[in-house]
């Protein structure tokens, strides 16, 4: 079934946040991005702020879909968590890093606005709950600080391919994070 026209006012969005940043967001170009008639996009989001809204919360619905526990192999040993969060990372800076991108402009436009920035500080959290509980699955001990140390290299290593290095190889780091960690 075809995208209604809010999905792809929200898809353009994130393409252009990901491609120009958030001072390129307009409506018009939202539409013209989209392939939409003028004023397609102020239909469903009648502000800028309600605009930004919905990309916020478009963003974690998309990743909640993509990244849904339940539709994962299950983690449990270290090799495959190693491999699981490599994937993962190849996924986010691969065919996702538009919405990464966006993800991570919106972070930091919205980081003094609690009320629009709350979606993506919410999905953050229950990612790390989500890497806290692979990372206790394999029997790394203090999983919390250990999920958050996790979570800060793939930040890094996101942010080093998105901004830096396309082709930086993702496993060396992992493997050696992962099994420091895991060894104590």
């Known amino acids: ?15 252009l946040l990901g491609a120009e940043g ?12 989209a392939g939409l008639s003028p004023g397609s996009t102020s239909n469903w989001f009648r502000t800028r702020r309600a605009l930004l809204a919905g990309i916020v919360d478009w ?30 990372l190849e996924v986010q800076t691969g ?22 920035g709350e979606p993506l500080r919410r ?13 206790a699955a394999v029997g790394i001990a203090d999983p919390e600080p250990a999920a958050r140390a996790v979570m800060a290299l793939g930040d890094g290593l996101m942010l080093h391919r998105l901004t830096v290095d396309p082709n930086l190889e993702l496993r060396p780091a992992v493997d050696r994070a992962v099994r420091a960690l ?3």
């Open 1 to 15: 079934m075809p995208a209604g026209t809010r999905e792809r006012s929200l898809e353009a969005a994130v393409e």
């Open 22 to 33: 958030v001072r390129a967001l307009s409506h018009a170009r939202v539409d013209g991005r």
């Open 59 to 88: 963003i974690a619905e998309q990743e909640r879909a993509d990244f849904d526990p339940s539709a994962l192999p299950v983690i449990s040993g270290v090799e495959e968590l190693i491999e699981g969060l490599c994937t993962m």
């Open 95 to 116: 065919p996702l890093a538009a919405r990464t991108r966006a993800r991570y402009a919106l972070f930091l436009e919205l980081s003094d606005d609690p009320e629009l």
């Open 123 to 135: 999905q953050r959290h229950e990612f790390e709950r989500w890497t806290e509980r692979m990372v």
């Open 182 to 184: 895991a060894a104590g």
